[in-house]
């Protein structure tokens, strides 16, 4: 059953939790799921508080689909959010590409542990064994070993070649492969220059062949010139005490790493089809429950932090309730999907404000609640996702702190800068790079800590120990820097 239940709401300050008398109507004449009201409450309440413009809210629980649009697309231009309104996904796309991966696979033309070199035999980094011995299998799963906080340049039909022939040669191993997590959309980039590669065809029309075709989702797209003829969200900041569209608007020519653009509807379609039986929107075998079983099993732990990292889902157990998510945030966007199988429950929560991730944070905690009765432990280490996460949110500061001496240093992140951790006033400052604000953190649990202010207060940061038990890596939201001697 699928509900297309939408609430057309006026644009910022005013009127954020009004809604249109044809939305009204739909609203009173279907049954009541309370659940998703409570919900719905909450995503008007947050999006006040955070100031946020537009939100898409999708449940699926029990096979029935409910679907409700708040707030615009755009501030100057305010046009409901509706069921088929487009958002940029950002890094929900890694899941897209990993699906394609899976298809590919499912056809014999991929195998996820063969070498890159065997796909693309002029591939390399800067480091000769790390050159051999990368795999798909590791791109992933965010283990290649080279920094990942990487995009493409926008060369048209060239940007993934260029960006694999001419960048990546660049990159020096932070890590042996396979043997620290490290959130990677340059991984990503390769990956969907492999998919390319294979197939024949640009990765724009491999990945609607591969999946966006074959699923039925008629509203998901990666040119922006076909997201312009579509309705389609802005997105949007804070400025001078007032909301204002981001500008220009921007996508990424690093398609496989974040370049989707989606709707509401199309998402959970495709969440329905990860938790299904693998066939596609005619019925036929496309990707076997074998496979997606497989992509939805966790490949490694995470390291200091009791998340694990399945082929292209996060995986996090919560109150004993697996959980397989991804979460995105590009220009202005911040946005979740998030599958619960043993509950038969899956979410989106997209947003077009850069503290979106805000309310994805709060409406992500009540439907795990509401729809699953779990909730993060007190404490529970978490770790990046795609979409900022305050672990101020469920934990506290330890008493006493840790040793301070094993975590300071220097740790490098070429080619994207330094990481610097030093004592002050009796706690660890992290500065990263040259010129940015310095962040006083505390520690929550073993080697995982969080900022105690600035704009993103509770961002995490975890130490990662080598085979002797010395700190050889700081992992700033999600991506690593390496210690030096």
Request: aromatic share 6%; hydrophobic share 40%.
């Amino acid at each position: 059953m699928l509900r297309r239940d939408f609430l057309a709401l006026t644009p910022l300050p005013a009127l954020l939790g009004a809604s249109s008398p044809a939305a009204a109507q739909r609203a009173a004449a279907a049954p009541a799921d309370r659940r998703f009201e409570a919900i719905a409450a909450l995503v008007r309440e947050k999006m006040r508080a955070y100031r946020v413009p537009g939100v898409g809210l999708g449940v699926t629980v029990d096979g029935a689909t409910t679907l409700r649009g708040f707030g615009v697309t755009s501030v100057d231009d305010p046009q409901p959010i509706t069921p088929d309104t487009l958002f940029t996904i950002a890094s929900i796309s890694k899941t897209v590409t990993a699906t394609a991966v899976m298809r590919l696979v499912e056809l014999g033309t991929l195998d996820l542990k063969a070498p890159i070199q065997r796909y693309l035999p002029d591939f390399r980094i800067a480091d000769d064994d790390t050159s051999r011995n990368a795999t798909l299998w590791h791109c992933l799963t965010h283990t290649p070993g080279w920094e990942g906080q990487l995009t493409t340049e926008d060369r048209g039909a060239e940007a993934l070649a260029h960006f694999v022939s001419t960048i990546m040669p660049t990159l020096p191993a932070l890590a042996p492969a396979g043997r620290v997590w490290s959130y990677n959309n340059a991984g990503f980039a390769l990956t969907g220059r492999v998919i390319e590669t294979v197939t024949g065809k640009s990765i724009h029309d491999a990945l609607r062949d591969l999946v966006f075709a074959p699923l039925g989702l008629e509203h998901t797209v990666t040119r922006l010139t076909d997201a312009m003829t579509r309705r389609l969200t802005l997105g949007h900041r804070d400025r001078d005490a007032r909301v204002e569209v981001i500008r220009p608007f921007q996508t990424t020519s690093s398609t496989t790493a974040g370049g989707v653009l989606t709707s509401m509807a199309d998402m959970m379609r495709y969440a329905r089809f990860h938790m299904g039986d693998g066939k596609d929107a005619q019925g036929a075998p496309h990707i076997s429950r074998r496979r997606l079983d497989l992509m939805q099993t966790p490949q490694l732990r995470k390291h200091a932090t009791t998340d694990e990292m399945g082929v292209g889902w996060h995986v996090r157990g919560v109150g004993g309730v697996t959980t397989l998510a991804h979460g995105g945030t590009l220009n202005g966007h911040c946005l979740l999907l998030q599958l619960v199988p043993a509950k038969a429950l899956a979410f989106t929560v997209l947003t077009n404000h850069v503290d979106g991730w805000r309310l994805v944070q709060d409406v992500e905690a009540a439907i795990l609640k509401a729809y699953a009765g779990v909730a993060l432990a007190p404490g529970q280490a978490i770790g990046h996702r795609g979409v900022n996460e305050a672990m101020t949110f469920h934990s506290t500061a330890l008493v006493p702190q840790p040793r301070l001496d094993d975590y300071m240093g220097t740790f490098q992140r070429p080619p994207v800068g330094t990481v610097q951790v030093r004592p002050e006033g009796g706690r660890l400052v992290v500065a990263v790079g040259s010129g940015q604000a310095e962040a006083p953190i505390a520690f929550y649990g073993p080697d995982v800590a969080y900022a105690l202010s600035g704009q993103y207060a509770g961002m995490p940061y975890e130490f990662i120990r080598d085979e002797t038990g010395i700190v050889r890596w700081i992992r700033v939201n999600g991506r690593i820097a390496r210690r030096t001697p």
